[in-house]
């Protein structure tokens, strides 16, 4: 039986050859445990690497692509077109493929390769310069994919990889910024083609009403939609290419309707997923409710493989937008405007039903969206007007001053959406939760780190926000309900720090840039103490990524993680767990912590 290509129908015994040539990323190690039980009983060190004598023959590849039905995918390098059969920066291919290359829809339909050039590490570009090898290789990406149908192609194929010692990862996007979705030498589970969407009335313990179960390959494009078609709305992120069952639920997740709704985790009501040993189950409140605990909120791809996601679907209606933008023509006028909007905040954060989107650079600020359910233009203008009054006060000239009235969120929604993909390509982030005490005690010392970072020349930069209340008050569930990082529930906003790049970055600026993340990052860690970082948009090599995405949760989520994954074979960087049993050696193998 042939195995099914992606891109180009490349043999097996050719993919294999090209698996063999994977290189790692040079990256440091996680800091040494503390205090740690020893790992269990294993014959077996270090995960297998392609061109390791206890790597899978052929063979046996074929024989586990008849067990799953001709759903293995022989792992391609994106770049390949510009490789082979010679290299050839001029072949049409490798052109259309360099126009591609920071395009999303080019990341989210292949099973392996990822959006973050970082992650992708140059291991096989479309940008050809004078230097190339002409070698073309997998780098950190997968050297397998299966594409996942169901509970029996997933539990097969975690079956073999246990079996033959092999690392296991799970994508679907690949719209991750700290290596999550990818793994050297790994079985893939590529869930991207489960695109099921049923509008149900949900009976459970806690919530009886209309409900959305989603596969784990929609994603808000299809369910923002499907939603407002049958008179609903559902909550998601600002981004439209995001999957909505993945890393974005299990990290917490927030979006336009978070203020009204609360966190997309906990907008969830029941999880259907494949455990590592192969069991397929539902987690809910009253059903398996340590996993659900977990999965609402502490982290992707860590505890089991989701199949789908029952969420809570809302009643539709009135919808009010706005958006307004000014220019910094002179600096001190300008950044005491942005110190303006932050107190601005603190009044809008009381508002129900208000969330706002906004950013600036050393040029410009704009408020991109702001969004009020069950508001008018009206309503949400005389909101913003004493801020606009303000920037008159200050003789700031707006750029855009704009309100608007919608029937449906979904209407709101497109009319205010993001640029783009603003960030899924050649874009690095980092982030931090910022509570109102930080506006209200050291507006000064924020803002300073704003203009510090913004008037750092030394890449394109853009410092973003989105500004919600999911309070427990607010959302109406008590502390400990889900494990969404404690921090989400006295943050004003949750800022990013993004640095743009052009797609043809070396890998070394790209190595600079992950640090400048972290040193701009570090600047709002005295200014928010006790603070944290939502893990979906921030580093993954943040010295202290156990207290700043998962909090007081942490030790609570490994009793979770070593109840359901106690041989740890789902391992990622920043995710609970990461440093107990597992480390990247310098070839990039996983092998045991001694």
Same mark, same amino acid.
């Given at each position: 039986?042939?195995?099914?290509?992606?891109?180009?129908?490349?043999?097996?015994?050719?993919?294999?050859?090209?698996?063999?040539?994977?290189?790692?990323?040079?990256?440091?190690?996680?800091?040494?445990?503390?205090?740690?039980?020893?790992?269990?009983?294993?014959?077996?060190?270090?995960?297998?690497?392609?061109?390791?004598?206890?790597?899978?023959?052929?063979?046996?590849?074929?024989?586990?692509?008849?067990?799953?039905?001709?759903?293995?995918?022989?792992?391609?390098?994106?770049?390949?077109?510009?490789?082979?059969?010679?290299?050839?920066?001029?072949?049409?291919?490798?052109?259309?493929?360099?126009?591609?290359?920071?395009?999303?829809?080019?990341?989210?339909?292949?099973?392996?390769?990822?959006?973050?050039?970082?992650?992708?590490?140059?291991?096989?570009?479309?940008?050809?310069?004078?230097?190339?090898?002409?070698?073309?290789?997998?780098?950190?990406?997968?050297?397998?994919?299966?594409?996942?149908?169901?509970?029996?192609?997933?539990?097969?194929?975690?079956?073999?990889?246990?079996?033959?010692?092999?690392?296991?990862?799970?994508?679907?996007?690949?719209?991750?910024?700290?290596?999550?979705?990818?793994?050297?030498?790994?079985?893939?589970?590529?869930?991207?083609?489960?695109?099921?969407?049923?509008?149900?009335?949900?009976?459970?313990?806690?919530?009886?009403?209309?409900?959305?179960?989603?596969?784990?390959?929609?994603?808000?494009?299809?369910?923002?939609?499907?939603?407002?078609?049958?008179?609903?709305?559902?909550?998601?992120?600002?981004?439209?290419?995001?999957?909505?069952?993945?890393?974005?639920?299990?990290?917490?997740?927030?979006?336009?309707?978070?203020?009204?709704?609360?966190?997309?985790?906990?907008?969830?009501?029941?999880?259907?997923?494949?455990?590592?040993?192969?069991?397929?189950?539902?987690?809910?409140?009253?059903?398996?409710?340590?996993?659900?605990?977990?999965?609402?909120?502490? #982290? /992707?791809?860590?505890? !089991?493989?989701?199949?789908? %996601? &029952?969420?809570?679907?809302? =009643?539709?209606?009135?919808? *009010?937008?706005?958006?307004?933008?000014?220019?910094?023509?002179?600096?001190?006028?300008?950044?005491?405007?942005?110190?303006?909007?932050?107190?601005?905040?603190?009044?809008?954060?009381?508002?129900?039903?208000?969330?706002?989107?906004?950013?600036?650079?050393?040029?410009?600020?704009?408020?991109?969206?702001?969004?009020?359910?069950?508001?008018?233009?009206?309503?949400?203008?005389?909101?913003?007007?004493?801020?606009?009054?303000?920037?008159?006060?200050?003789?700031?000239?707006?750029?855009?001053?704009?309100?608007?009235?919608?029937?449906?969120?979904?209407?709101?929604?497109?009319?205010?959406?993001?640029?783009?993909?603003?960030?899924?390509?050649?874009?690095?982030?980092?982030?931090?939760?910022?509570?109102?005490?930080?506006?209200?005690?050291?507006? #000064? /010392?924020?803002?300073? !780190?704003?203009?510090?970072? %913004? &008037?750092?020349?030394?890449? =394109?930069?853009?410092?973003? *926000?989105?500004?919600?209340?999911?309070?427990?008050?607010?959302?109406?569930?008590?502390?400990?309900?889900?494990?969404?990082?404690?921090?989400?529930?006295?943050?004003?906003?949750?800022?990013?720090?993004?640095?743009?790049?052009?797609?043809?970055?070396?890998?070394?600026?790209?190595?600079?840039?992950?640090?400048?993340?972290?040193?701009?990052?570090?600047?709002?860690?005295?200014?928010?103490?006790?603070?944290?970082?939502?893990?979906?948009?921030?580093?993954?090599?943040?010295?202290?990524?156990?207290?700043?995405?998962?909090?007081?949760?942490?030790?609570?989520?490994?009793?979770?993680?070593?109840?359901?994954?106690?041989?740890?074979?789902?391992?990622?960087?920043?995710?609970?767990?990461?440093?107990?049993?597992?480390?990247?050696?310098?070839?990039?193998?996983?092998?045991?912590?001694?």
């Amino acid at each position: 039986m042939q195995l099914s290509m992606h891109r180009t129908q490349v043999a097996l015994h050719a993919a294999l050859a090209i698996s063999n040539l994977a290189l790692a990323v040079a990256v440091p190690p996680p800091p040494p445990p503390n205090h740690l039980p020893p790992p269990p009983p294993s014959t077996k060190h270090c995960r297998v690497l392609p061109g390791d004598a206890e790597w899978p023959s052929q063979q046996e590849w074929t024989k586990l692509n008849q067990t799953i039905g001709g759903r293995l995918i022989s792992s391609v390098p994106l770049g390949q077109a510009c490789y082979v059969p010679t290299i050839s920066a001029d072949r049409p291919e490798c052109a259309k493929l360099r126009d591609e290359w920071v395009d999303p829809k080019t990341y989210y339909e292949d099973p392996v390769n990822v959006m973050s050039p970082f992650w992708l590490n140059n291991s096989c570009t479309a940008f050809i310069g004078p230097a190339a090898s002409g070698t073309c290789i997998l780098g950190n990406m997968a050297s397998f994919a299966v594409e996942v149908d169901g509970p029996k192609t997933v539990a097969d194929a975690l079956k073999f990889a246990k079996e033959k010692n092999m690392r296991i990862s799970i994508k679907n996007t690949g719209h991750d910024y700290i290596g999550r979705s990818n793994g050297k030498g790994s079985l893939a589970l590529w869930t991207h083609k489960l695109k099921t969407m049923s509008f149900i009335d949900y009976k459970g313990r806690d919530y009886h009403g209309p409900a959305l179960k989603a596969g784990a390959g929609v994603q808000f494009m299809d369910a923002y939609k499907a939603a407002a078609d049958k008179g609903l709305r559902v909550l998601g992120g600002y981004c439209s290419s995001v999957g909505m069952v993945g890393g974005y639920v299990q990290g917490g997740g927030h979006g336009p309707l978070a203020a009204s709704y609360g966190m997309a985790a906990d907008n969830t009501l029941e999880f259907e997923v494949v455990t590592v040993d192969g069991r397929h189950l539902v987690a809910s409140p009253t059903q398996n409710s340590d996993l659900y605990w977990a999965l609402s909120g502490g #982290g /992707g791809g860590n505890y !089991a493989l989701v199949l789908s %996601a &029952t969420v809570k679907a809302h =009643p539709d209606g009135q919808t *009010a937008g706005a958006a307004l933008a000014f220019a910094n023509t002179d600096p001190e006028t300008y950044w005491k405007a942005v110190g303006e909007f932050q107190k601005h905040l603190l009044y809008l954060n009381t508002i129900p039903g208000l969330a706002t989107s906004w950013g600036f650079d050393n040029r410009t600020f704009s408020l991109d969206s702001a969004t009020l359910t069950g508001g008018t233009k009206e309503r949400i203008s005389s909101l913003l007007d004493p801020f606009v009054q303000k920037l008159k006060q200050l003789n700031m000239t707006l750029l855009r001053n704009d309100a608007t009235d919608h029937s449906r969120f979904y209407d709101q929604y497109t009319k205010y959406g993001f640029p783009p993909e603003v960030y899924s390509t050649n874009n690095t982030i980092g982030g931090r939760l910022i509570p109102p005490s930080t506006v209200e005690k050291n507006l #000064g /010392g924020l803002v300073g !780190a704003f203009r510090r970072i %913004a &008037t750092d020349g030394r890449w =394109p930069n853009r410092i973003s *926000a989105i500004s919600l209340n999911v309070t427990h008050a607010r959302v109406g569930n008590q502390p400990g309900a889900n494990a969404v990082l404690p921090a989400w529930r006295d943050a004003l906003y949750t800022l990013n720090l993004g640095i743009g790049f052009p797609a043809d970055t070396p890998w070394p600026e790209l190595q600079a840039i992950q640090a400048a993340a972290n040193e701009w990052q570090a600047l709002f860690t005295p200014l928010t103490p006790d603070g944290g970082g939502y893990m979906n948009e921030a580093t993954w090599d943040n010295p202290t990524w156990k207290a700043d995405y998962f909090g007081a949760n942490y030790e609570k989520l490994l009793q979770v993680k070593r109840r359901y994954d106690p041989e740890f074979a789902l391992w990622q960087h920043t995710s609970v767990g990461a440093d107990v049993y597992w480390q990247p050696d310098p070839e990039g193998r996983l092998c045991r912590v001694r």
